[in-house]
C-alpha cells in the first residue's frame, strides 16, 4: 500500500499519467480478486467499501433491477445482519422474504430452499461459511438450484475467503471483505456474474463500470490484491495448519473443561472457527476473562439497550437463550501458532474453573 499512499498518489480516474498509473495498480488488484474468486473476467469486480456495502449491493441491486411487478427473495436464518437488516428493508417496501431455518447442523438443507421457491422469487441469499459457528453451506448445489430456476444466486463469502475454495461457488453475485483475509479495513468486493444486472446503491460517477460511484480506494485494493495473491500461493499449507491448530484447541479444552462442548462440530465448518458452549459462564465474563490474559475472543452476544441479546445464530441452531449467552467464538489466523494454542487452552481452563467458583449454578 505505501507507494500508492504515498507516491503513485493518483485519481485513478484521470486521464494524465498519475492517474493512468493508480488505474494499473487498480487494474492489477482486480485481477488478483479477480482470480482468488475464480471469476473469468476482472470487470466482473466491483470494488466497495467491505462486506457490508458488497451484501446490500448484491440483495438491493438485483432486486432493484428486476422488473417483475411482484419479488420474492429467499435467505436463511443465520445471515450476517448486513443481509437481513436488508432483507427486512425490502419486506417493509413489499418484497415477500423466506427465511429457510438451520437444524442443530448450522447447515441449510437445500431441499428447504427448494421448497421455498416461488414463480416470482428473484434471488437467493444464502451465506459461504457462517460467522459465529463457522459452518459451509452447500452453495454449489443451491447455485444449481438457482440456476434451473432462473433465480439469481447471491452468497455472503466474508468468512469464507482464505479459508476454503472459492473458485467454484457457482454464485452470481459474491461478497468478500479485505480486512477478514489481510488486507486493511474498508475495502471489499462483490463478484458480479458478466450480464447480471444490478441497480447501484448509490448516485454519482461512472466509477466501476457504473455499479459503484466515487473514488476508486486504490490503497485498499492494492493491499486487497496482495492479500489474494498471498492466499492463491498459500492456500493448501495455510488452511491444512489452521484446521491442525483449531481441532488441538477445540479437541484440549473440551477434554478439560467439564460440561463444554462445540457447536456445530460435526458439520463441515471453517478451519479457523471453534464455538463452545460453557454451560453455566457467562460468555462475557469469560471474553473479559480472556482478554485480561491476553487473548482476544468473542461471546457472539451483542449488547443492545443495556441487555446482553442472545446471537440470533445460536438461537437458530437449537440452543437456549441462556446456552447461547454461554458461548465463545475462538478464531485462529495466520499470526496463530501451536504455543499460543497451548497457552490458550490453559487460560481457558483456568478461567472457565475460576468463573465457575465465583457463581456455581447446576449444569449438565
Ligand atoms: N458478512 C459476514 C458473514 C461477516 O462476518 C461480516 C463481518 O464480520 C460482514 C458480512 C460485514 O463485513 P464488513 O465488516 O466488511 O462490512
Excluded at 466474508?158 to 479495513?185: I, R
Excluded at 492456500?235 to 491444512?240: G, K, L, P
Excluded at 475460576?354 to 457463581?359: A, I, Y
Aim: net charge neutral.
Amino acid at each position: 500500500m505505501l507507494p500508492v499512499l504515498t507516491e503513485s498518489y493518483g485519481n485513478a480516474s484521470s486521464i494524465h499519467h498519475f492517474g493512468q498509473a493508480a488505474k494499473q495498480r487498480l487494474e492489477i488488484a482486480r485481477r488478483q480478486v479477480a482470480r482468488l474468486l475464480g471469476a473469468r473476467k476482472a470487470t466482473e469486480i466491483v470494488f466497495v467499501s467491505g462486506g457490508t456495502e458488497a451484501d446490500n449491493l448484491a440483495i438491493t441491486g438485483a432486486v432493484g433491477a428486476s422488473t417483475r411487478s411482484t419479488k420474492h427473495v429467499i435467505t436463511s436464518t443465520i445471515e450476517h445482519p448486513a443481509v437481513l437488516n436488508v432483507c427486512r428493508e425490502l419486506e417493509a417496501e413489499g418484497v415477500a422474504v423466506t427465511y429457510v431455518g438451520v437444524g442443530g447442523s448450522g447447515v441449510i438443507d437445500v431441499r428447504d430452499v427448494r421448497r421455498a421457491l416461488r414463480p416470482d422469487t428473484v434471488l437467493i441469499s444464502i451465506m459461504h461459511a457462517n460467522n459465529e459457528v463457522g459452518t459451509v453451506q452447500p452453495v454449489r448445489e443451491i447455485a444449481e438450484l438457482a440456476r434451473e430456476s432462473g433465480v439469481l444466486f447471491h452468497s455472503d463469502g466474508v468468512q469464507a475467503a482464505g479459508k476454503l475454495p472459492l473458485e467454484d461457488t457457482g454464485a452470481d453475485l459474491y461478497t468478500v471483505s479485505g480486512h477478514k483475509f489481510g488486507a486493511p479495513k474498508g475495502i471489499g468486493a462483490l463478484y458480479v456474474r458478466d450480464k447480471v444486472k444490478l441497480a447501484p446503491l448509490m448516485r454519482g460517477g461512472k466509477q466501476e463500470r457504473e455499479r459503484r460511484p466515487g473514488t476508486e480506494n486504490v490503497p485498499g485494493a492494492v493491499a486487497m490484491g496482495r492479500a489474494a495473491e498471498w492466499i492463491n500461493s498459500n492456500f493448501a499449507s495455510e488452511t491444512a495448519r489452521i484446521a491442525e491448530l483449531r481441532d488441538r484447541l477445540e479437541r484440549e479444552i473440551l477434554a478439560s473443561v467439564p460440561h463444554a462442548r462445540a457447536n456445530c462440530a460435526a458439520s463441515p465448518r471453517t478451519p479457523n472457527t471453534s464455538n463452545i458452549l460453557f454451560e453455566g459462564i457467562e460468555g462475557e465474563a469469560m471474553v473479559i476473562a480472556l482478554d485480561l490474559k491476553g487473548f482476544a475472543v468473542s461471546s457472539g452476544a451483542a449488547c443492545s439497550s443495556g441487555a446482553v441479546e442472545p446471537s440470533h445464530v445460536l438461537t437458530a441452531v437449537g440452543l437456549s437463550k441462556d446456552d447461547a449467552r454461554s458461548c465463545i467464538r475462538f478464531s485462529l489466523g495466520r499470526q496463530n501458532d501451536e504455543h499460543q494454542v497451548a497457552a490458550l487452552v490453559e487460560a481457558v481452563v483456568a478461567s472457565a474453573a475460576h468463573l465457575r467458583r465465583l457463581s456455581p449454578v447446576a449444569v449438565g
